[in-house]
């Protein structure tokens, strides 16, 4: 039996489609034991409050009661690249907040995109999953 991950993609056009370099860097980092899922977002260069699940797009203000509707989830990580040049590191903690169920892990390199590398990530991952 499998592990799912769900990997979802940033906002803007083009967003899934260099996101995917990620979302593959994580399947092959992850292994076959893990089924990463990496689905297309609606209208990414336009996303909606609506049909992107209820977002809050002032100050990416997570839903009330986040934590509640994601407790079934077992387990939820976040990271964040301390060099991110387009989101502050800052909504690293933000969200930690909102859901405190979640991981958090701070990378101190790889701007925004993890220089498209998720094989120190999908470790972690791993060693949590195990632990």
Not at 1 to 27: P, Y
Request: glycine letters at 8%; aromatic letters at 8%; charged letters at 20%.
């Amino acid at each position: 039996m499998s592990t799912c991950a769900l990997f979802i993609q940033g906002g803007g056009e083009g967003a899934h489609a260099e996101d995917k370099l990620l979302a593959n860097s994580l399947k092959r980092a992850l292994g076959p034991s893990y089924d990463v899922r990496y689905p297309r977002m609606p209208d990414e260069s336009n996303p909606s409050v609506e049909v992107w699940g209820q977002w809050n797009f002032d100050d990416l203000k997570l839903p009330r009661k986040i934590a509640e509707k994601l407790a079934p989830i077992p387990r939820i990580f976040f990271y964040h690249c301390r060099d991110d040049e387009i989101v502050p590191f800052a909504h690293l903690a933000l969200h930690a907040a909102q859901i405190p169920q979640a991981i958090t892990r701070a990378i101190n390199h790889g701007g925004h995109q993890f220089g498209n590398d998720l094989a120190p990530i999908a470790m972690d991952i791993r060693g949590s999953h195990a632990g």
